[in-house]
């Protein structure tokens, strides 16, 4: 029989460490001394703390632990949780690895520019909406002024309602960033589709994963958002999977100055 301190010194562990197995109901000594409360554990001992150590190495927790133990152990079982267990480890190291790109791909951007970059881009999953869309071929981004305001003029008289929150967006068929002669799709979420008519399509517009960044500032500038999303999906190892939008959050219906325009440009991407 080993006293506590010299059995946590022979297996590594801590004495705290014992006394919380034992709180715990994973390892209980062997003994317990009546006169002076002394915790004893046999060499026997070794073994089921060993498979502690060797099971909270590996990640589980204490009470995947606890539940392992009570349980009816076979080898099979224990397979099934290894393989659980490692599973839950290979989308984590996925996850990091993605992390150490992200972060890699900011330090360029730092390096690049010399400063604190505006656009910090995210991943984030786009929602499948009912959409009012109206197609139509602008020579530049001044034009959606002439285009927007008569939609919703249309929109309200056949019943349209706009969903809450609000996601106006706009997607561009030509699958890049141009300045001019841009093919776009103009849509309103809306809580449910009504008759087709006057130039607007309801219809579904999927949604899925997406690189998304903000831009502050008047739609001459958002050139540099779109280059700093593809630059990202690029380094991340991404590509497009459909063309980018731009969901409008702030702009000229109620700001007064367009440097405090605000819209979201969203790229869908796949691996």
């Known amino acids: 029989m080993f006293r506590i301190g010299i059995f946590a010194a022979m297996n590594k562990v801590t004495v705290k460490a014992l006394r919380y197995y ?12 009546d006169w002076t409360n002394y915790r004893y554990y046999s060499a026997e001992q070794m073994i089921p703390l060993r498979r502690i150590l060797t099971l909270k190495e590996m990640g589980f927790s ?23 267990k490692k599973k839950e480890a290979s989308e984590k190291l996925i996850n990091e690895k993605e992390r150490v790109k992200s972060i890699g791909h900011y330090i360029q951007v730092l390096e690049k520019e010399n400063k604190m970059s505006d656009y910090n881009v995210i991943t984030k999953e786009l929602p499948t909406v009912m959409a009012a ?4 071929k602008v020579p530049d981004y001044d034009a959606f002024f002439k285009v927007v305001p008569p ?11 706009v969903l809450e929150p ?37 219809r579904e517009v999927r949604g899925g994963l997406a690189a998304c960044v903000l831009h502050k500032g008047p739609y001459k500038t958002i050139g540099a958002a779109y280059e700093a999303l593809t630059s990202w999906i690029e380094q991340n190892n991404y590509e497009a999977s459909e063309p980018p939008r731009e969901s409008y959050i702030d702009g000229i ?6 440097k405090d325009w605000l819209t979201e440009v969203q790229i869908p991407i796949k691996k």
């Not at 034992?22 to 001394?33: R, S």
């Open 166 to 202: 609000e996601y106006c967006f706009t997607i561009f068929h030509d699958g890049e960033y141009k300045e001019t002669d841009l093919n776009v799709e103009i849509c309103e979420a809306v809580v449910e589709a009504k008759k087709n008519g006057e130039g607007i399509v309801y």
């Open 151 to 161: 939609m919703g003029e249309i929109m309200k008289r056949q019943g349209g309602i």
């Open 62 to 84: 204490i009470k995947e632990i606890q539940n392992f133990l009570n349980e009816e152990r076979s080898n099979a079982k224990f397979i099934e949780y290894l393989r659980c």
């Open 253 to 258: 219906w109620n700001k007064d100055s367009e």
């Open 22 to 33: 034992d709180e715990e109901g994973l390892l209980k000594p062997a003994k317990i001394d």
């Open 133 to 136: 869309c109206v197609k139509t």
